[in-house]
């Protein structure tokens, strides 16, 4: 019993594991907006988004006259800064301690004013980004596990693999003591060769699953229901539920 109750919390705290596939990020680790398509990202679980940049990679190396930015909310309310919300004075977002309930549409609109050397008459340019934030509850230590392989997922099985190995070597070295060294006093306990079995368990906790069509750039992730679905228990799709307005749903109303 014991042995199962080590693998199996060798299993949990790895399973959901995955690589962040996602080329929106720059090499500073900031994601800039894109002009007519929503730029999606994929935020762990009670940690920081990404530094969220209200400009598009193109205009940020140019100058920029007189820039303003608005920033709107899930709830389309405009976004200030507070504990969870912090916005610079150049544009910059980032939301933290990010949970089921801080998902969703994230939108900025640009100003700015462009002069007319002929004229120098001013006009006032506005651009809107739009970012598609969700929550991806990798496990913990993804980090660590996945920052130096290019595959994530053959890291993971790998140690779950070695975690089996220790445990079957534990066994058997507690069965050669039973057996060949009767004064040594250790509970009683059985076991057998070949007992041990390796499942792949593919699920998501409740309120995540997966979603090829609407993440395709993350199809293996297990990301937060989005509205009009739910996900009361671990598995790997989210349920449809017209009357769920909000994301991270656990139960249908």
Not at 61 to 74: C, M, Q, R, S
Not at 97 to 105: H, I, Q, R
Not at 201 to 219: I, T, Y
Not at 244 to 253: D, E, I, L, N, Q
């Amino acid at each position: 019993m014991l042995a199962w109750a080590l693998l199996s919390a060798v299993l949990w705290s790895l399973v959901g594991v995955e690589s962040q596939r996602s080329s929106l990020f720059s090499k500073k680790g900031l994601v800039y907006g894109t002009v007519g398509q929503p730029v999606k990202i994929y935020v762990k679980l009670n940690e920081n988004s990404p530094v969220l940049i209200c400009m598009d990679l193109s205009r940020a190396n140019k100058e920029t006259v007189d820039p303003a930015y608005l920033w709107i909310g899930p709830n389309e309310n405009t976004l200030t800064g507070n504990s969870q919300i912090n916005i610079t004075d150049s544009g910059k977002l980032v939301v933290k301690d990010f949970t089921e309930l801080s998902s969703g549409l994230y939108t900025c609109t640009l100003s700015y004013k462009t002069i007319k050397a002929e004229t120098q008459e001013e006009t006032t340019v506005k651009k809107r980004y739009d970012f598609m934030l969700f929550v991806n509850p990798f496990a913990p230590g993804w980090k660590s596990v996945c920052s130096n392989t290019a595959d994530c997922e053959d890291a993971t099985n790998y140690n779950i693999l070695k975690a089996r190995d220790r445990i079957e070597d534990f066994f058997r070295s507690q069965a050669y003591i039973l057996y060949h060294r009767f004064n040594k006093t250790i509970p009683a306990m059985h076991f057998v060769d070949h007992s041990f079995q390796i499942v792949r368990v593919d699920n998501c906790r409740p309120g995540f699953g997966k979603n090829e069509r609407l993440h395709s750039n993350c199809a293996s992730c297990c990301v937060v229901c989005s509205p009009g679905t739910f996900s009361a228990d671990i598995d790997v799709t989210c349920q449809v539920c017209v009357s769920v307005h909000t994301y991270g749903a656990r139960s249908c109303p």
